[in-house]
Nanobody, 124 residues
Framework: QVQLAESGGGLVQAGGSLRLSCAAS????????MGWFRQAPGKEREIVAR???????YYPDSVKGRFTISRDNAKSAAYLQMNSLKLEDTALYYC??????????????????WGQGTQVTVSS
């Protein structure tokens, strides 16, 4: 049974930074693709970062250069470092995992497991 739990969200001023953590249990973490998604009210859930089991990463243009995803297989954990935060980054952030290989791994429907989410609120 795979369980994911996010932490690290909170209230931060624009221009500030936050580091989100995702703790995983169960499964073979080192073989998972790990992703971070976010969803703001009235908007579609969107990917903000993903990292494959080989370490390859993807970021959409909206966060590229500001967000960094990483993983620590020894700790079965994934992280999202968020810098230069903007008001539009405000959302509920989810950690997700995909067991299988293949596919672009850039949409929510491709992922098998999800955390409960952690709120990130950016203020002016």
């Amino acid at each position: 049974q795979v369980q994911l739990a996010e932490s690290g969200g909170g209230l931060v001023q624009a221009g500030g930074s936050l580091r989100l953590s995702c703790a995983a249990s169960g499964g073979t973490f080192r073989l998972f693709t790990m992703g971070w998604f976010r969803q703001a009210p009235g908007k579609e859930r969107e990917i903000v970062a993903r990292i494959g089991f080989t370490g390859g990463t993807y970021y959409p243009d909206s966060v590229k250069g500001r967000f960094t995803i990483s993983r620590d297989n020894a700790k079965s954990a994934a992280y999202l470092q968020m810098n230069s935060l903007k008001l539009e980054d405000t959302a509920l952030y989810y950690c997700a995992a995909k067991e299988s290989l293949g596919g672009p791994r850039r949409t929510a429907e491709e992922y098998n497991y999800w955390g409960q989410g952690t709120q990130v609120t950016v203020s002016s």
